[in-house]
């Protein structure tokens, strides 16, 4: 039993990296129809802008609010990327999926080509602190407060994400732009600022997720994001395209998947039992757990 707590919270801080993955790509690719394969370079910039502010930023003295500051940059250097990505490679490629597989592309292999010759291929450890390596005890479970973290970071996210669309003029200029942008732009609203914040505030998730995944990971690295892209487009394709509730739930059930196919099983078999997870709900649900059929 105690086991098996340990290997849940492991797999619910997993879960919470993918789906700050995950809901970045879910607002970008399902609900502006943007295919963005450079969001995991996205995942990366953040995990090495938290790790400059760890190593660098001496006159912070406490390691915890030195890591605030630094998921503070990494965030703030994602939405500025993002938004400048969307003006300069996305803006005139709408509607054009070719297009934006090129571009996207393009800026992944630059990115992580960038990180590498900047930072070294090899994986740089990123100080913590000490509560960060203390357990908790649950139940007799010895649980790691690095992934109490990532969960309630992942919580207040969703909850974040679910107000800002459902509640906000901005959230349902977006909802209805990604409906019929021709219409909503003739009543003289600006849909492309609008669809630049989304561009944004994916890639700040992203780049968000990649600071706490510096910690769960113990380090980063320039492949550690787009290693990562593939179960993200995994998670939001069972999900369904453009739930952020159904991303959600998604990525609580492939992390669960991989890690107990791995802890049970065979380690490496985790992998392959994600993409039958895949595979099964497709044929069930085409459009996802919680999409919409098109």
Not at 3 to 9: E, N, P
Not at 34 to 57: C, I, P
Not at 255 to 281: C, K, P, R, S
Request: glycine letters at 12%; a neutral charge.
């Amino acid at each position: 039993m105690t086991s098996f707590l340990v290997i849940a919270m492991t797999s619910l801080g997993l879960a919470g990296l993918y789906f700050l993955l995950s809901s970045g790509l879910s607002l970008i690719f399902g609900m502006m129809d943007v295919l963005n394969v450079s969001h995991g370079a996205f995942f990366g910039v953040g995990g090495y802008a938290a790790w400059v502010v760890m190593d660098r930023l001496d006159v912070v003295t406490s390691l915890v609010a030195r890591f605030a500051v630094a998921a503070v940059v990494a965030t703030t250097v994602g939405f500025g990327l993002g938004v400048l990505a969307e003006k300069v490679l996305i803006d005139r490629n709408y509607g054009d999926h070719l297009a934006q597989i090129l571009v996207t592309l393009g800026l992944a292999f630059l990115l992580e080509g960038l990180l590498g010759g900047l930072f070294s291929y090899a994986s740089r450890s990123l100080a913590q602190p000490a509560w960060f390596t203390d357990v908790t005890v649950v139940a007799g479970a010895r649980i790691p407060n690095s992934r109490l973290l990532i969960i309630l970071a992942a919580v207040l996210v969703l909850v974040g994400l679910l107000w800002f669309l459902r509640s906000t003029r901005y959230g349902l200029i977006i909802r209805a732009g990604v409906e019929n942008r021709r219409m909503v732009s003739a009543l003289g609203i600006d849909v492309g600022r609008s669809f630049a914040l989304v561009f944004g505030l994916g890639a700040a998730l992203a780049c968000l997720g990649g600071a706490l995944g510096a910690v769960y990971f113990t380090g980063i690295d320039p492949a550690l994001g787009p290693n990562q892209l593939i179960f993200a487009f995994i998670v939001v394709i069972i999900g369904g395209l453009g739930s952020i509730g159904g991303t959600a739930v998604a990525a609580v059930l492939v992390a669960f998947t991989q890690q107990l196919v791995n802890y049970y099983v065979d380690t490496g078999l985790g992998d392959i039992a994600v993409a039958v997870l895949l595979a099964a709900i497709l044929l069930v649900r085409p459009q996802g757990l919680m999409g919409r059929p098109a």
